[in-house]
Each structure stands twice: as C-alpha cells, then as structure tokens.
C-alpha cells in the first residue's frame, strides 16, 4: 500500500519512486486531489480580487457606469476561479491519460505522479504572486522562465507567452516525470522523452493560446 505525500513525492523521488512501483494499492489520492484543487481556485480568486491579470480592463475604466464595472469585476473573477479549476485537471487528467493510453502505465498511479507535478507548478504560483502585485510583474516574464529574454528577440505575444511558459519549474516537472516512466515502463528513454516533451509543447501552446484572450472584448 502506497500513502500520497505530495512533498514528499516532490522532494524525495527516489524514495517515493520505489514505494509507488511495488505497491498495488494508493490510499490519499482523491483528497490530496481535492486539497489541489481548492488551493489551486483560492489562488485564482485571490489573485483576481489583487487585481492581478486584469491590465487589459483598465483602459476601459471610463466607459463603465458603476454597475457595470462590478458585473465586470465578478465576471473576471469567475473567469480566474474556472481557469484555476480547468488548470488542476488539465494538468492530473490529460497526461495521466496518455502515460496509461501510451505506456501502459496504471492510470492511477499516473495520477500520483501528476500530483508531485501538479505540487510543483501551484508552488511556482505561489512564489510569483508578490512579484506580480508588488510589481506589477506578468507571469511570462518571470524571473524563472524564458519569456523575458524572449521579448528582445520578438515581440509577438504569443510567443512571449509559450517561453513564458518555459520556466525551471516546468523543467522540474519533466524531469520528475521523465524518471517516473523510465521507472514504471521498459519504453525507450527517447520514447518516453519524445512523448513528454510532445505533451509539454501542446500544453505550453494551449497556455499561450488561452492567456492570449483580449478578456475585455468577451466581457
């Protein structure tokens, strides 16, 4: 029997990688799921009420009456909160699905591993939220990631967004998910790089894509 521990699992893979290998049950799955995800909308929604993410609306300011600038204000905090819910299952469902569907990989323990992963991109949310009120700092030009030498070599937002989207924590995350697939399945490593590299390349896209939204034209 295997018990989640999500820092563990982040901190101490070795470990966690043997325990997870021999074990035939998991116990913990669906309340540290449940944790994630409440902790993944009360950053969304924290993050909105700070206003944060919310530039594209300012220059808008003077056209509203009262009313309406509320009504905008919940909408936009609604918006934040679903996103925050759609990250959490993008990020634990659809890889969890391709390492079963591809490799075989027993789907709930493809669930475990996106938990570490799911652990480490929350906890790089967490570190950038005083950067983005404090300073005004956007989340693709993080310190920890490549949009900010992007933006000297284009200025397309789009692509400034998908490098954004490239930081050391996504980094992390592929290494952790590169040694758990080596661990649980005989695929070849360049397989099981190829395939997560593919995987973090559509989901790098759709971030892009998706932030990419003028919010002020759909509210």
Same mark, same amino acid.
């Given at each position: 029997?295997?018990?989640v521990?999500?820092?563990?699992?982040?901190?101490? *893979?070795?470990?966690?990688?043997?325990?997870?290998?021999?074990?035939?049950?998991?116990?913990?799955? +669906?309340s540290?799921?449940?944790?994630? @995800?409440?902790?993944?909308?009360?950053?969304?929604?924290?993050? &909105?009420?700070?206003?944060?993410? +919310?530039?594209?609306?300012s220059?808008?300011?003077?056209?509203w *009456?009262?009313?309406?600038?509320?009504?905008?204000?919940? $909408?936009?905090?609604?918006?934040?909160?679903?996103?925050?819910?759609?990250?959490?299952?993008?990020?634990?469902?659809?890889?969890?699905?391709?390492?079963?569907?591809?490799?075989?990989?027993?789907?709930?323990?493809?669930?475990?591993?996106?938990?570490? =992963? !799911? *652990?480490? !991109?929350?906890?790089?949310?967490?570190?950038?939220?005083?950067?983005?009120?404090?300073?005004?700092?956007?989340?693709?030009? &993080?310190?920890?990631?490549?949009g900010?030498? #992007?933006?000297?070599?284009?200025?397309? +937002?789009? @692509?400034?967004?998908?490098?954004?989207?490239? &930081?050391?924590?996504? #980094?992390?995350?592929?290494?952790?998910?590169?040694?758990?697939?080596?661990?649980?399945?005989?695929?070849?490593?360049?397989y099981?790089?190829? =395939? #997560?590299?593919?995987? +973090?390349?559509? $989901?790098?896209?759709?971030?892009? $894509?998706?932030? &990419?939204?003028?919010?002020?034209?759909?509210?």
């Amino acid at each position: 029997m295997y018990q989640v521990k999500l820092w563990k699992g982040v901190f101490k *893979t070795r470990n966690v990688l043997y325990e997870l290998e021999q074990a035939e049950t998991i116990r913990g799955l +669906s309340s540290r799921i449940i944790i994630l @995800l409440v902790i993944s909308v009360i950053l969304s929604a924290v993050s &909105s009420c700070l206003g944060i993410g +919310s530039e594209d609306l300012s220059h808008r300011l003077a056209d509203w *009456t009262a009313n309406e600038l509320a009504a905008r204000k919940v $909408f936009f905090v609604l918006g934040s909160v679903f996103w925050g819910i759609l990250f959490v299952l993008l990020v634990l469902v659809v890889p969890s699905l391709l390492f079963w569907g591809l490799m075989e990989v027993d789907f709930r323990k493809a669930l475990v591993l996106q938990l570490f =992963v !799911l *652990t480490i !991109l929350i906890g790089e949310r967490v570190i950038l939220l005083p950067f983005e009120f404090l300073y005004g700092l956007k989340w693709y030009y &993080s310190p920890f990631a490549l949009g900010t030498a #992007i933006r000297y070599l284009t200025d397309h +937002s789009i @692509l400034i967004r998908f490098f954004g989207s490239i &930081s050391l924590f996504q #980094i992390w995350t592929l290494v952790l998910q590169y040694r758990f697939l080596k661990r649980m399945t005989d695929h070849k490593p360049l397989y099981i790089a190829a =395939v #997560i590299a593919g995987l +973090s390349i559509v $989901f790098w896209a759709f971030t892009a $894509f998706f932030t &990419s939204i003028h919010i002020e034209k759909l509210i």
